[in-house]
């Protein structure tokens, strides 16, 4: 739901109009390909995640349970060949092939973080933080200029979504961050390696300090660019509570308000736009 949300805010922003009804087919292109891609991606690290998730989450533990590992195994696959398959019409009906080429690298890098990267030092936590920001240029794909070279291209990119594309990275990895430590004893009893078990959770804490350090600057920039009102508000109040969790150091209501936090970014996108 963030995802979809996220991209029709995206898109909506850019363009300062709801889409008409003659527009609804290709928003609704933009839309899906990373949903189902998402989608997808839960399926299969649930799939191979059975061991673990019977000890962090086991009222949450479906595959092997109440959903068949076959079943859970071909839905992982039908719902990523549709989303390639939409993402490849959409890249046709829009002259690029932007999406398709994002929507390839999402499938591929999910399905290699559920059975390889999930349970190495910090790999599966950049590869779950780029596949969320990926929405940012897949959603402006039909605004990304490809005529000139492809380093010239990529410079544009950054100047014009870099810094949105930056923000969503840093809210993702820390909150994956933040997951590592809570399904601790999970993952270690499936024999992960991943930064709190390798090196100690206190390690994971001083890089969540420094990455809410990057955002807390990033947020009293947004301030200071859009003003103070109700939504700012808001914003600002779930981030403090965001601070105040990780100064208790409590990680579920710290990954939870980070979810949030997301969400609430979503209506600072219309401001800023």
């Known amino acids: 739901m963030i995802i979809a949300a996220s991209i029709a805010v995206l898109r909506w ?9 003659g527009e609804y087919f290709l928003e609704m292109l933009f839309i899906l390909p990373l949903v189902l891609l998402a989608a997808g991606g839960n ?21 092997g349970r109440v959903l068949k590992r076959r079943i859970a195994l071909v839905s992982h696959w039908g719902l990523s060949a549709a989303g390639l398959i939409i993402a490849g019409i959409l890249s046709v009906k829009i002259h690029t092939s932007i999406p398709f080429v994002i929507a390839l690298i999402v499938a591929i890098v999910l399905f290699l973080y559920s059975t390889k990267f999930k349970g190495s030092v910090l790999v599966g936590n950049v590869i ?7 929405v940012v240029p897949f959603a402006y794909a039909d605004s990304i200029d490809t005529s000139p070279p492809l380093f010239q291209a990529l410079t544009l990119f950054i100047w014009e979504f870099g810094s949105l594309t930056g923000v969503i990275f840093l809210i993702v990895f820390t909150r994956e961050l933040v997951k590592d430590i809570e399904d601790l004893d999970g993952d270690r009893t499936a024999g ?5 078990i390798t090196y100690s ?17 990033c947020v009293g920039y947004m301030q200071y660019e859009v003003g103070f009102g109700i939504l700012q ?12 969790f990780a100064w208790k150091k409590k990680v579920t209501q ?8 997301l969400a609430a970014g979503l209506a600072w996108l219309v401001l800023l736009g």
């Open 13 to 21: 922003s850019d363009s300062n109009h709801i889409p008409e009804s």
């Open 43 to 63: 399926v299969i690290n649930d799939y191979f995640d059975i061991k673990e998730d019977r000890v962090n989450k086991p009222e949450r533990a479906l595959v």
């Open 128 to 134: 779950v933080a780029c596949a969320i920001a990926s």
């Open 192 to 196: 992960h390696a991943t930064l709190p």
């Open 201 to 217: 959770p206190q390690t994971s804490w001083r890089l969540i300090h420094v990455l809410l350090i990057l955002l807390t600057i």
């Open 233 to 244: 508000g808001i914003f600002l109040g779930i981030y403090l509570n965001i601070l105040r």
């Open 254 to 261: 710290l990954s939870a308000w980070l979810k949030l936090l």
